[in-house]
């Protein structure tokens, strides 16, 4: 399939289909060419809504997510943006479309190395890649817009603190089978309030801190 419809097909049939209705980021999807970032070896499997395999048992995000990912924050162009878990770059350049800027943390430097090639190659200037463990970094700067593209056994107040007041934090929370996907507000300086958006399974954050084990 031409690959223009076959991206068309995707967002009208996986991505609308999945209550994604805000047309500026259906308009980002169009305009952001997944298979760019998708590795060779597994380019037919660019427009499915599946998870594609990457290095080290990590996966893209499915189309589906990250345009609830991307609804959800509802990013104006005018916020400063972090993301967690940057893996080839195609959530950290959909961001960079909506946003002002990107700064994006990923713990593999192979991975790092992938996404900051595939930004560099559509041209995208507003979206800076680190190779850090985002759970080491001092959380000193502040962002307007948070997106967690991996998942928190155990939710971490850590990155509602790095918000601005009036900012908004993307996370997925949980462990298999059941992990919940919930939209962060902070209201004021020392109030924040938390939404469920629904129900999904993706790669924990590694070196995320997981629920205490019981013993007997």
Do not use: K
């Not at 999945?18 to 590795?39: G, K, N, Q, S």
Request: charged letters at 25%.
């Amino acid at each position: 399939m031409h690959t223009e419809a076959a991206s068309e097909q995707m967002i009208e049939q996986q991505v609308r289909a999945w209550d994604v209705l805000d047309e500026r980021v259906l308009a980002i999807l169009r305009a952001v060419p997944r298979e760019r970032f998708v590795p060779a070896a597994q380019r037919f499997l660019a427009f499915a809504d599946v998870e594609v395999s990457l290095p080290h048992a990590q996966h893209m995000l499915r189309p589906s997510v990250v345009g609830r990912l991307l609804q959800a924050l509802a990013l104006s162009g005018s916020e400063r943006v972090l993301e967690v878990g940057s893996g080839t770059g195609y959530v950290t350049a959909c961001l960079a479309a909506a946003g002002r800027a990107v700064r994006s943390v990923e713990i593999f430097p192979d991975l790092a190395a992938v996404a900051g090639e595939n930004l560099a190659g559509l041209s995208v200037d507003n979206a800076q890649v680190v190779n850090e463990d985002a759970l080491q970094i001092a959380p000193e700067t502040r962002y307007e817009a948070i997106a967690l593209t991996a998942s928190l056994p155990v939710y971490d107040t850590r990155w509602e603190r790095q918000l601005e007041v009036g900012g908004r934090l993307f996370v997925v929370v949980g462990e298999e089978p059941i992990m919940e996907a919930r939209l962060v507000r902070r209201l004021s300086e020392d109030t924040w309030t938390a939404e469920s958006l629904f129900e999904t399974i993706i790669d924990p954050l590694r070196n995320a801190r997981r629920p205490e084990e019981f013993s007997f």
